[in-house]
């Protein structure tokens, strides 16, 4: 519920702070006094649209708060949750309405969007007036207030999860049409670059290994000749180690007649052969090394060839070439078997279909009674708003082939206000008057189930008086008995079913130059003199405040016998 509401500096109100409470709360005053200003900042916070005009004049800025506290839960606050808001002080709703027209939107002072914060207003307050097109009035509201007036949550949530299975299952088989249609338009173009991709049989990291050995071979190519040429002059006719090799014989046959001078001259010799077979055998390895098929080279060049024309005319780098042919693979694949997919994807709708219409059958069947006895029961609410003539229907339209994740109804609250008419839509037949307590008899039968915790009713009972002003206050009181009911009254009758009076008036501040608006509540006295003043006009007669008292003590019995249910539900 509201538990206070402040405002700064919002047209005529420069600082003002209601403390608010549980069950049925009215604001009166006189006209001009700033009742539709209050009402405006309300809106503000709750998210309505901004406007840079509502800034009091000479204000930079001016700025709405409303503080609930709220049951642990409350849909308003998992909606806080999945805004990663913190919750665990209920909610602080605060709007910041700067004079350039921009404004700032918090909830428990994190910045939110203007959509989050509306969103969260929405689910906690409630704002009717003979003039409001939002809330009852909105014909997209008229089916959830119709399922939660017949409990009907398990099968709106059945339906709900029917239809979004059966979405998923229709989405899967149109997906799966659409690639079997697309291969097979492609299925010849297919099967030729499937057969083409596996007679060229790619290997990945294969384009890499043949670049690195044709580069070898190209390399060792250029070398040859040298590597030849060294070793026709180390092992070739024209080697020096057989003319060495028979000059170191003779000199070691000598060897033993001087061998002092023999000795210094063979032995260098025999080591000049030995490093002459050294090189001849590392040129004949280096030789043998470089040694390749010309015809080796070629395939090479020819497979890279190939691979890389493959690659263009494909589109993939060389390395993606066995991806594509698998790629090609499973579509040919899904030419084979798509039909049979299709099948049982196909019988995997009809499923999900046949499944679907269970569940928005019986939330059709649920419909159908709960609208029968809502519209009893609002039926038996409008006599004493003196609505004896008029009858209220809830007008079902069902459309099985519009499959929709709220089931096949559309829903509308219709109205015939006078005999002998055609009953039309609520917002289109009822005049102000009528509009205002079809809306109060709706939300006597419906508030406890699926409204806000807090109701704001702005001059309702606008246009009536006596007997009807007093129906209404009764139905007032017995909404707030559910829940918290703020209520902008200029009906006497009304004022005095409230538990708690709050006072609007405009006074003159600074000195006579400028007008503010205060709001403070009334005690009992003064209350009684408020009462007077509206039964009487300008002019309190103590005729108007024996009247007033006589209201009073009428309407404190009824408060009287609820103080004990309201304490519980403070607590």
């Known amino acids: 519920m509201l538990v206070r509401l402040s405002v700064r500096d919002i047209v005529l109100i420069d600082r003002l702070d209601i403390d608010f409470s549980i069950g049925l709360s009215a604001l009166t005053g006189e006209t001009g006094a700033g009742k ?67 404004t700032r939107a918090l909830i428990n002072d994190q910045p939110v969007s203007v959509q989050t914060l509306r969103a969260l207003g929405n689910s906690i307050v409630e704002i009717h007036g003979q003039h409001d097109e939002r809330a009852l009035l909105d014909a997209a509201t008229h089916r959830a207030l119709l399922d939660a007036f017949g409990e009907l949550e398990r099968d709106v949530e059945a339906t709900s999860k029917a239809h979004a299975a059966l979405a998923s299952a229709t989405l899967a088989a149109e ?9 097979r338009r492609d299925a010849d173009y297919l099967k030729h670059a499937h057969e083409e991709l596996t007679r060229l ?7 890499e290994i043949l670049g690195r050995r044709r580069t070898a071979m190209q390399q060792a190519e250029k070398i040859a000749d040298d590597l030849a040429e060294a070793h026709e002059a180390v092992a070739g006719q024209s080697s020096p180690s057989p003319a060495l090799s028979a000059l170191l014989r003779r000199l070691e046959r000598r060897s033993d007649q001087l061998s002092e001078l023999i ?95 269970d569940a928005a059958t019986k939330l059709s069947a649920g419909r159908a009674q709960a609208a029968r006895r809502l519209d ?28 929709s994740s709220s089931g096949f109804e559309r829903v509308e609250f219709h109205v015939q206000t006078n005999p002998g008419t055609l009953p039309g839509p609520l917002m289109k037949v009822a005049s102000g008057g009528e509009l205002s307590r079809f809306l109060l008899a709706l939300k006597v039968v419906a508030a406890d189930r699926g409204s806000a915790p807090t109701l704001v009713f702005d001059e309702i009972d606008s246009g009536s008086g006596g007997a009807v002003a007093d129906a209404i206050g009764q139905r007032l009181a017995r909404l707030a008995e559910r829940v918290q009911v703020i ?31 205060r709001v403070e509540p009334l005690d009992t006295a003064r209350r009684r003199e408020e009462i007077a003043r509206m039964l009487a006009g300008e002019t309190i007669t103590q005729e108007a405040r024996a009247a007033a008292e006589r209201l009073l003590g009428v309407s404190s019995a009824p408060r009287r016998r609820n103080a004990k249910s309201a304490s519980a539900r403070s607590g």
């Open 376 to 403: 009893r029961a609002v039926m038996a609410e409008l006599a004493p708003l003196k609505l004896e003539q008029a009858r209220f229907i809830t007008k079902l339209e069902t459309d099985r082939a519009a499959r």
């Open 175 to 183: 997906q799966e049409r659409e690639l079997v249609a697309a291969a």
């Open 201 to 207: 049989a790619p290997e990945h990291g294969e384009e």
């Open 487 to 517: 209520g902008v009254t200029h009906a006497p009758q009304v004022a005095a079913r409230a538990e708690r009076h709050y006072l609007i008036t405009k006074a003159v501040a600074e000195g006579g130059r400028r007008s503010v608006t």
């Open 36 to 102: 539709s200003i209050l009402l405006d900042a309300f809106a503000l916070a709750l998210g309505a649209r901004g406007d840079g005009s509502l800034v009091r004049h000479g204000a930079e800025q001016g700025q709405v708060t409303a503080v609930f506290d709220l049951a642990s839960d409350h849909p308003a606050l998992r909606l806080a949750r999945e805004a990663d808001l913190e919750t665990q002080d209920g909610l602080i709703l605060r709007r910041v309405q700067y004079a350039d027209g921009r």
């Open 263 to 357: 000795e210094p001259i063979a032995r260098p010799l025999g080591a000049a052969l030995d490093q002459l077979e050294e090189a001849r055998l590392a040129l004949e390895a280096a030789l043998a090394a470089t040694a390749f098929d010309q015809g080796e080279l070629d395939r090479i060049e020819e497979r890279l060839f190939a691979l890389r024309a493959a690659a263009r005319k494909y589109g993939v780098p060389v390395d993606m070439l066995v991806e594509q042919a698998s790629e090609f693979a499973k579509k040919l694949a899904a030419i084979d078997a798509g039909e049979e997919r299709l099948a049982a994807l196909d019988r995997d709708v009809a499923t999900a279909t046949a499944a679907y219409h």
